[in-house]
């Protein structure tokens, strides 16, 4: 069983919609990260939480420690937006843990 | 720039024939760590290292190597390369403190026959 669950696996959205991906954690963490990876493969850090909400332009990252459960919300999607979106939590100081991915399709 | 720089970015080999992939920071961050990418199974970390000379073994260390004589370089090691490696494989950096973003590499893409 994986110690990092996301969902949706896959998500297809039309362009303005508002999206959330969801991210659930079976251990005991010192933080979350909520990671973007493009196309091509390349792979961002978009937000690292330890405890409540984070806000980046268009993109909110909200933590429930106590429920082990994390979202990422996406305002007003854009085409650009499309992408993998990985969740990953820390353990121990500095073993990372990884979600397998929700990849995200916006259409014009 | 700032940047984590991976080599050989795509690399095809036979199986025990040991090559090493290149990270390098210029960011003089204390931590990296090495991860691997496979369908299905997301990311997962093999090898990371908390400074020169510390290293502790990731999820999946079987069959890697590594070593961090200094401070910007972290080169991952397969001595006798099998199939099963075959992967994406993603160096990253970050700061040692708790709130410290980790920047990811471009990526080496293996296959081994």
């Known amino acids: 069983k994986n110690e990092v669950e996301q969902s949706p696996q896959n998500l297809t959205a039309q362009e303005g919609e508002f999206i959330t991906i969801n991210c659930s954690y079976s251990?005991?963490?010192?933080?979350l990260h909520w990671l973007q990876q493009h196309p091509g493969g390349g792979i961002v850090s978009l937000f690292m939480l330890s405890s409540g909400k984070k806000k980046h332009g268009r993109l909110i990252a909200t933590i429930n420690i106590q429920e082990k459960h994390s979202s990422l919300h996406i305002t007003a999607s854009h085409p650009r937006d499309s992408a993998v979106y990985i969740c990953?939590?820390?353990?121990?100081?500095?073993?990372?843990?990884f979600g397998t991915g929700t990849s995200l399709t916006v259409i014009p | 720039e700032a940047q984590v720089t991976q080599n050989p970015r795509y690399l095809i080999t036979v199986t025990g024939k040991k090559l090493t992939v290149t990270c390098s920071q210029n960011m003089n961050h204390e931590y990296m760590s090495w991860y691997r990418q496979d369908p299905g199974l997301g990311l997962r970390q093999i090898y990371y290292?908390?400074?020169?000379?510390?290293?502790d073994k990731g999820d999946v260390p079987e069959g890697y190597k590594v070593s961090r004589k200094e401070k910007r370089n972290f080169p991952l090691i397969l001595e006798s390369p099998s199939p099963n490696q075959t992967s994406l494989y993603f160096c990253?950096?970050?700061?040692?403190?708790?709130?410290?973003?980790?920047?990811f590499g471009p990526g080496t893409r293996l296959l081994v026959l």
């Open positions: 990253a950096s970050r700061l040692s403190g708790a709130g410290e973003t980790q920047y």
């Open positions: 990953a939590v820390r353990r121990n100081g500095n073993q990372f843990y």
């Open positions: 251990v005991g963490i010192s933080a």
């Open positions: 290292s908390m400074n020169v000379e510390v290293t």
